[in-house]
DNA sequence: GACCAGGTGTCCG
DNA sequence: CGGACACCTGGT
């Protein structure tokens, strides 16, 4: 990765990084286009812009700000090209997804946020994800940036202050009252977000299926997002069209053990962006 | 206006 | 334990 910054904002620039293709892959419900081409990009209680420019990333954060924070975000440090190398040759159709989506990186994201994000996405479309998100990081969430409209995500407390009936009005249906009860799950320190990291992968995927609302599509997520064990395989119904399709029911995850969540994502996006045409 | 959307809890056999 | 079934609401 390469790095300057000019008059404040730091820049990078990076193989398997595409801002287009990570805003649209699904791991993520705050990073939105704007009018301008850039895109505004929420994270807990961060934000920023970024934009692609001679395929540079321009950031609109200073150098401090991206090596305490963002560096990490977008992952930078790791090398996605060798997921790529490492496809099994013969996999023609797993080659052809890694081609279409290979700028996508597994974002590091807040696992709180991502459990209510996911708890959020069942039986959503993506641009109604996204609302309910805004909906919910505007009602409870502490104001960024009042004149950009920007909202943190709200923490367990912050959230602990609606009611179900103030979540209901949220257009969360039926899961308002999985948000309601796995936030008073948080808040009494029932869930501990900061212990469970030094779970291993099985252990923390028990303790997510025991959160009320969630199941194995939403805990896969978490672990994959939330607390980036890449070798998490969420299984939704695009994922599971592929694997009947292409997998004879199942997808290789041994082949690929500690990264199938990022072929994961290759085939998410791939399968997704050639269905819209 | 159907039909479906990155599912899950519950209730049956 | 595996398989239907209902569930809130908004988008194509």
């Not at 959230?159 to 969360?172: M, T």
């Amino acid at each position: 990765m390469n790095k300057k910054e000019e008059n404040g904002k730091v820049s990078f620039r990076t193989d398997c990084f595409d801002l287009a293709q990570i805003a649209d892959s699904g791991q993520c419900f705050r990073m939105t286009r704007q009018n301008d081409g850039s895109f505004l990009i929420v994270a807990a209680d961060r934000w920023t812009t970024a934009r692609e420019q001679d395929g540079w990333i321009q950031l609109g954060c200073t150098d401090s700000e991206f090596e305490s924070f963002w560096r990490h975000y977008f992952d930078l440090d790791t090398d996605y090209a060798s997921y790529g190398r490492n496809i099994d040759p013969s996999d023609e159709y797993l080659q052809a997804a890694f081609k279409a989506g290979s700028g996508i990186r597994i974002l590091n994201q807040d696992p709180w946020e991502m459990l209510i994000t996911f708890i959020i996405s069942q039986r959503k479309n993506i641009p109604a994800i996204r609302q309910a998100v805004e909906a919910l990081s505007k009602r409870c969430g502490v104001c960024l940036c009042a004149e950009m409209g920007i909202y943190a995500f709200p923490t367990p407390k912050e959230l602990s202050a609606l009611s179900l009936e103030d979540l209901g009005g949220l257009s969360l249906g039926y899961r308002a009252k999985y948000i309601y009860e796995t936030t008073r799950q948080a808040v009494s320190g029932e869930i501990d977000f900061n212990a469970w990291k030094n779970l291993g992968d099985d252990e923390l995927m028990q303790r997510l299926l025991a959160c009320y609302g969630v199941g194995k599509k939403v805990a896969n997520c978490v672990l994959l997002f939330g607390y980036h064990r890449t070798g998490a395989f969420p299984v939704d119904v695009w994922i599971d069209r592929i694997q009947r399709e292409h997998y004879n029911g199942s997808f290789p995850v041994k082949k690929y053990a500690g990264y199938a969540g990022a072929l994961q994502q290759y085939m998410f996006y791939s399968e997704r962006t050639n269905r819209k045409v």
